[in-house]
């Protein structure tokens, strides 16, 4: 048996998706050819543990195999002499994925059979986060959804579990008005390939889908995934009820909320009169309620302070305690309450109320 695209694909479609009793037969057929290989094609041992790899992440073998499988593996992996102790490690690997989330669902792409048949492992995939940017994360065969999210909150220093479940991945595809949340145990190269097939653009995208843990305003990459959340459904009104009475003080937070979001953007000077209208809710501007000459004296005021402050500390102010949003958000909280009786007091608890209650 040898690697290669058309009978690697027939292989994983026969025995993953339709004889489940060809398994053991395929996986003893395989440590038969890494073991004392005496072939006289050079690359033959190679690509048989190459292939084991690809098996591994597919399926499991029977109870009567599994501990002998198992074991067959770890001696290939833990024993640094042997000539090809790099790829069983990454055989045990895929193979303890594939009993903890149940092992690919789809049958692989040609450019992923062609990938391992080379040699590698992994593959550089974007993730975008809000914002626009965008993150590599080295993906495997049997890189799940999770994987991907706690990788990505490594990077924003959220450690703890709870935190973290508070974050989504989500697959948008060019022309689909609706995306769901990726479930945590889906393959991202099962995802990734049925898209494929299909020839639809799409991207994988980072975010944060609750607000209940406090943002971590002393981390660079967590304040933007934040802002670049909360601040386009500011600016578009679904955190406020309206009307908002002339006197109210959440005019002034407004206010010094088009201050930050001008600093934020990298601006040195305050805004232009014509420019605060996009830099405050579009209801406040449609309200009219308060002249464009009240909003920039205003605006102007609050401007002070912007001088000694960076962009990013300007977005974490504006979502930091006692600021902008949490002036805003916690003037519904009468609302809030007769939603939910159990006390909120957190604002960012209240964020993903409100961004479904006032859409």
Known sequence: MILNSTPSLKICSSCVHRNPGLRDELYCQIMKQTTNNKSS????????????????????????????????????????????????????????????????????????????????????????????????????????????????????????????????????????????????????????????????????????????????????????????????????GLLLEWPVAPNSPLVLAMARGAALLQRASGAVQPPHKEEIRYLIPKPAVVQRDISSTRWQDMVNQSWEDMAAITPTEAKAQFLGKNTTINTIVLDLLNTSQRLHPTPITDSFKLYSIFRLTYK
């Open 41 to 236: 094609k050079p690359d033959s041992c190679i690509r048989g543990w190459r292939l084991f790899s690809m098996i591994t992440a597919y399926f499991q073998s029977s109870e009567g195999l599994k501990p002998y499988l198992f074991k067959y593996l770890e001696t290939a992996a833990y024993d640094t002499r042997r000539a090809y102790h790099g790829t069983a490690r990454v055989c045990l690997h895929n193979l303890r994925k594939t009993y903890k989330y149940g092992g690919r669902k789809n049958v692989p792409g040609i450019e992923e059979v062609a990938a391992i048949s080379a040699g590698r492992n992994h593959k550089r995939q974007m993730f975008r986060i809000p914002g626009g940017s965008e993150r590599v994360v080295n993906t495997k065969s049997t890189t799940v959804v999770q994987d991907v999210i706690e990788e990505m909150c490594s990077a924003l220093n959220v450690r703890r579990q709870q935190e973290m479940d508070e974050f989504s991945l989500y697959c948008v595809v060019d022309g689909d008005p609706y995306s769901l949340p990726l479930g945590r145990e889906e393959y991202i190269l099962d995802v990734t390939t049925e898209i494929q097939k299909e020839g639809a653009p799409f991207y994988l995208i980072f975010c944060r889908s609750v607000w209940v843990s406090p943002v971590r305003l002393d981390n660079v990459l967590s304040v933007e995934v934040a802002f670049n959340q909360v601040a386009p459904d500011y600016l578009e």
